[in-house]
């Protein structure tokens, strides 16, 4: 079946513009989570949703940084006024359940950002 | 200190050599354990999860020491392929998902 897909595969932006990642999740998966990951450096988390609510937000790195989700399927992060330092990878997963041990996560292909 | 830490490496091992890799988790919380594995400017994959019996998958095995908060991954006859980073993931039962900076391999001919 059809893995996680995330769009644009490449973003190209100027400083202070703002972005919008999407990640489509693996149908039937109920949690989904956003990492983001600088050329060399590890994963970093920044959030995710159990179906459309967020219990931990506090991966997010400033106020510039947002996701929403609607139901149990596409998912935005969104950056307002990007920085240089925002350029990274932006990785999505998804997986089946939320519950100890059965939350396996599949990865999209990631969202290369660039800010100029 | 970060919440998991591994191995910095690099290793460098020629193929057939036995590698085993580390990592430490600070969180007590912590309910489960996964190895993941990234090749260069991919997304990561699972590798296998972690049983607090230890686990093994053909030639890999993996172990938990919940007393010690420390997870490692052994590989045994080292193949080419098996070159890549290697993740260390814990999840608390609240969802939170926390990656170790990785550990890299390098499998020379």
């Known amino acids: 079946g059809a893995g996680v897909s995330q769009s644009p595969s490449n973003k190209v932006t100027e400083k202070g513009k703002d972005v919008e990642l999407r990640c489509d999740p693996i149908?039937?998966?109920?949690?989904l989570y956003w990492y983001r990951q600088r050329l060399g450096q590890g994963l970093e988390f920044l959030i995710y949703?159990?179906?459309?609510?967020?219990?931990?937000k506090s991966g997010l790195p400033s106020d510039r940084f947002s996701a929403e989700r609607t139901g149990e399927s596409v998912s935005t992060l969104t950056i307002q006024r990007t920085q240089q330092e925002d350029s990274a990878v932006y990785l999505c997963?998804?997986?089946?359940?939320?519950?100890?041990?059965?939350?396996?996560?599949?990865f999209g292909p990631g969202t290369r950002l660039t800010v100029l | 200190r970060k919440e998991v830490e591994q191995d910095p490496g690099p290793f460098n091992v020629p193929e057939g050599a036995t590698v085993a890799f580390n990592c430490t988790y600070s969180n007590s919380a912590s309910q489960s354990f996964f190895w993941y594995r990234q090749d260069c400017r991919k997304e990561p994959k699972l590798l296998m999860s972690v049983y607090s019996s230890g686990n093994e998958d053909g030639r890999f095995t993996a172990q938990l020491n919940r007393a010690s908060q420390y997870i490692s991954l052994l590989i045994r006859d080292s193949k080419l392929s098996d070159s890549a980073t290697y993740l260390c993931?814990?999840?608390?039962?609240?969802?939170?998902?926390?990656f170790g900076d990785g550990t890299t391999l390098t499998v020379k001919p």
């Open positions: 149908s039937g998966h109920t949690a």
């Open positions: 993931v814990v999840n608390t039962n609240a969802g939170k998902s926390t």
């Open positions: 997963a998804s997986s089946l359940a939320f519950a100890k041990g059965i939350n396996e996560q599949f």
């Open positions: 949703f159990q179906g459309n609510s967020a219990p931990d």
